[in-house]
């Protein structure tokens, strides 16, 4: 049972790094001490997100293309090719700019370009897998099944995250905020 498991997890790294990073995010925002905001909560969750789901995924994700080529070609469902060298060394500088990226004052803007390019990245993967499904007939474990699903779900939540922050960064700015203006009222007297 326990290998059954271990197998499910490493065989479903994205999946597994996605899960961890919303856990490890969560634990994040219960351990914070403060009074937690909206935009700190949403900061967190995008914060863990780039690290987990973004940077650790991409890391693992070079090492079973370049150093596990054969077997990631194969449950796929393709023949290796010298493209798979390329995916792993895509997927490294993207799992470094994840690095990069991750830290509380990391700049919005940069988060949300890695975001933006993961997803396109993830949602042409998908209609791929679904192409090689309905023309080619390929069931292959890592072309059909839970990949396939988190192809979208993963970069949704993710999309997600940036526009959630950037509405509750926004709001908490606004000047118009009742917040806002009270606390300018209590500092202006």
């Not at 996605?18 to 937690?36: C, D, M, P």
């Not at 973004?54 to 393709?78: E, L, P, R, Y």
Request: one cysteine or more; a positive charge; glycine letters at 10%.
């Amino acid at each position: 049972m326990i290998a059954a498991v271990l197998s499910a997890l490493i065989g479903n790294y994205m999946t597994t790094c996605f899960v961890v990073g919303l856990i490890v995010g969560g634990v994040h925002i219960l351990r914070y001490r403060r009074h937690r905001s909206a935009s700190m909560v949403t900061g967190m969750l995008l914060n863990t997100y780039v690290f987990w789901a973004i940077g650790v995924a991409q890391v693992i994700n070079f090492v079973m293309h370049s150093v596990f080529g054969d077997h990631a070609a194969k449950t796929i469902g393709w023949a290796q090719s010298p493209f798979q060298l390329e995916l792993a060394f895509t997927s490294l500088g993207v799992g470094v700019m994840a690095f990069i990226l991750y830290s509380r004052r990391g700049q919005l803007r940069g988060k949300a370009a890695l975001v933006i390019a993961t997803a396109i990245f993830a949602y042409g993967a998908e209609a791929g897998h679904v192409y090689q499904m309905m023309v080619n007939g390929d069931d292959a474990v890592n072309n059909t099944g839970l990949l396939l699903a988190m192809d979208l779900v993963t970069p949704t939540v993710g999309l997600c995250l940036v526009i959630w922050h950037t509405v509750t960064r926004r709001h908490e700015t606004d000047p118009t905020d009742a917040v806002t203006i009270g606390l300018a009222r209590t500092t202006m007297r």
